[in-house]
Nanobody, 130 residues
Framework: ELQLVESGGDLVQPGGSLRLSCAAS????????MAWIRQAPGKGLEWVSG????????FYPDYVKGRFTISADSAKNTLYLQMNSLKTEDTGVYYC???????????????????????WGQGTQVTVSS
């Protein structure tokens, strides 16, 4: 069974940090381009970050660039998202997912839905509030 399980979401104050984890089973995460996406309350899905297969080039939209870092640990078959300097607008449910298209900086300018991904997890809630 192909499965992704996100964890690490929490309530945090603005300016704080969180590290999200995504444990994969049934496939090897380094064999796929992988991404973190999120959905804010009342909003559609949006890109958070992406990493090319094999832990290659990483991508970030401008609204998280310099604050978030995506990485993968092949030994643990786990994807991570380090989030620093969190803002209230970062609030949402965060998912890790495998995109159907090859990751590029241009792709991260595009709108997305779950149908744009091969597989995704159950999500983990991140709430940034004072």
């Amino acid at each position: 069974e192909l499965q992704l399980v996100e964890s690490g979401g929490d309530l945090v104050q603005p300016g704080g940090s969180l590290r999200l984890s995504c444990a994969a089973s049934g496939f090897i995460v380094n064999a796929y381009d992988m991404a973190w996406i999120r959905q804010a309350p009342g909003k559609g899905l949006e890109w958070v970050s992406g990493i090319q297969r094999g832990g290659g080039l990483t991508f970030y939209p401008d609204y998280v660039k310099g604050r978030f870092t995506i990485s993968a640990d092949s030994a643990k078959n786990t994807l991570y998202l380090q989030m620093n300097s969190l803002k209230t607008e970062d609030t949402g449910v965060y998912y890790c997912a495998a995109p159907r298209k090859v990751l590029t900086s241009t792709l991260l300018l595009s709108g997305i839905s779950f149908s744009d991904f091969h597989v995704w997890g159950q999500g983990t809630q991140v709430t940034v509030s004072s």
